[in-house]
């Protein structure tokens, strides 16, 4: 039995007023956040169905499982024909990109329906009262009967596939799945399992995953001749390089600081001491996979890391993009979420006379 994940990602987020797929949120996109669950959740292959900025946003991750691209359509109904003509398995998992905080046991009751049943539609009861309005006069429907959908809806491929075939459009698949075969099969959703739409929506997403921790960290180290300058993890051509027992890099000594203040892990100092042989001549971008790796223990993920160099000589503008992407891919995040700012002090102090480099950073650290 295989299952293949349908994640749709061509919405335009007219009702949120910026682009709510592609921001991370605390370091992972909603994209990246439902590609995760539904692999976590039994997806053996994906389909992503992209549109405007997703295409890149897609492009940019590890995704674990074999997968393919295909773009959207006009509407959901268009979009998700598009996806399952692309897609082979078994059962067929379509989600909305923007249910991104689905859980993996969300997403394994679904194809475990499907897989019994031929159906497993994510739904929750009606708690509010409904009033219908027609012409005047009010209804009151009785809420027992009532359920709300959410997503994933899992299919028999075979049989979701004759349903779109009818070239019927709906909001969502069990509508057309009902239409065609009589009836589908629920499986219990979650409040947590709420669809990014609003601006309310978005500030519901960061209390869930607040409150961050913040954390600190400066560094300094001495320019001398001999040696490479690595900053950020990129080398960068200068006629001098910064003095240490490590590579010395003195911008992610600052942001594992950072990382590690925001957690009271110590410091850099406390974890790799500089008596220690092992360290020395070390890339810091191995320490700073060290550090991330606690933070992963502890089932977090960084959320922002904003840092600033000091420096008055070389240039850095050239390696801003090059040395957040290298800080990104050693903590596992988007490298929109880490910032890498320069400045001079106008040939003041020890870092303008070229006697050093420093920095400093923030970070902020979150659940995963
Ligand atoms: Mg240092």
Redesign the pocket.
């Known amino acids: 039995m295989s299952a293949v994940g349908i994640l749709l990602c061509a919405g335009t987020s007219a009702r949120m007023g910026f682009d709510k797929l592609n921001t991370p949120l605390y370091g992972k996109t909603a994209i990246e956040r439902s590609m995760d669950a539904l692999v976590a959740g039994g997806c053996d292959s994906l389909v992503f169905v992209v549109g405007g900025a997703s295409e890149r946003t897609v492009k940019s991750l590890s995704v674990p499982v074999p997968f393919s691209v295909v773009p959207g359509g006009e509407q959901r109904t268009d979009s998700v024909r598009n996806g399952l003509s692309a897609a082979s398995g078994d059962v067929a998992v379509i989600h909305d990109a923007a249910r991104c905080f689905v859980s993996p046991a969300t997403v394994m009751a679904s194809i475990e329906s499907a897989t019994a049943f031929g159906s497993g539609v994510t739904a929750i009861p009606v708690t509010d009262t409904v009033m219908q309005v027609r012409n005047g006069t009010v209804e009151t429907l009785d809420r027992d009967t009532l359920f709300r959908m959410q997503t994933p809806q899992s299919f028999r491929l075979t049989e979701i596939r004759a349903a779109y075939g009818t070239g019927a459009y709906a909001t969502d698949d069990a509508t057309l799945y009902a239409r065609t075969f009589g009836s589908v099969r629920f499986v219990p959703g979650s409040e947590d399992n709420r669809k990014l739409t609003a601006a309310s929506d978005w500030a519901w997403a960061l209390s869930r995953l607040c409150p961050p921790t913040y954390g600190i960290g400066f560094?300094?180290?001495r320019l001398v001749e001999g040696r490479k300058l690595i900053l950020g993890g990129v080398e960068i051509p200068f006629e001098k390089g910064l003095l240490?027992h490590?590579d010395?890099d003195?911008l992610l000594?600052a942001i594992m600081d950072a990382i590690l203040g925001s957690l009271k892990l110590g410091d850099?100092g406390k974890l790799f001491p500089d008596t220690d042989p092992q360290y020395a001549g070390i890339s810091s971008r191995v320490l700073l996979r060290k550090v991330n790796e606690l933070v992963q223990k502890r089932d977090m993920v960084v959320g922002h890391v904003d840092a600033t160099v000091i420096c008055e000589r070389p240039k850095l503008a050239p390696y801003r993009d090059a040395i957040a992407r290298t800080i990104a891919e050693d903590l596992g995040i988007s490298p929109d979420a880490v910032s890498v700012k320069a400045t001079t002090t106008e040939g003041m102090n020890d870092e303008g006379k070229g006697l050093c480099i420093s920095a400093q950073a923030i970070v902020s650290v979150c659940r995963r």
Do not use: L, M, N, P
């Open positions: 560094d300094t180290h240490g490590s010395a003195v000594h850099i």
